[in-house]
């Protein structure tokens, strides 16, 4: 999952700089007054999330995955732990039931 956030930064990263030098060369308009930045910002978040989306297809595969695999494993636990709780507790209400059948 690390891995994914870090290429996607990195896309993001290439595409800032690649538009802020379009903007300071004067391809690409200049924000009004002080929200150049902010231009830049945005533009560049948009020109970077098809790319990542495409380029960056097999590596999302794989963080999803690993998600799947460690929500499974909680739901397990969760599971696991319900059951030993249920356990407990009919334990609790029924004491000589289980010294009647040792």
Not at 28 to 42: H, K, Q
Not at 48 to 61: M, T
Not at 68 to 89: F, G, I, P, T, W
Request: aromatic content about 6%; some cysteine; glycine content about 6%.
């Amino acid at each position: 999952m690390l891995r994914y956030t870090l290429m996607r930064l990195g896309v993001f990263a290439g595409c800032f700089v690649v538009v802020w030098g379009l903007v300071y060369s004067g391809v690409v308009p200049r924000g009004l007054g002080d929200s150049n930045l902010m231009w830049i910002l945005l533009l560049s978040l948009v020109i970077s999330a098809p790319i990542s989306f495409v380029v960056l297809r097999k590596e999302r595969d794989r963080a999803s995955v690993h998600v799947v695999r460690r929500v499974d494993r909680m739901k397990a636990n969760l599971d696991a732990n319900r059951s030993q709780e249920d356990a407990m507790v009919d334990e609790a209400a029924h004491p000589q039931g289980r010294a009647q059948t040792s």
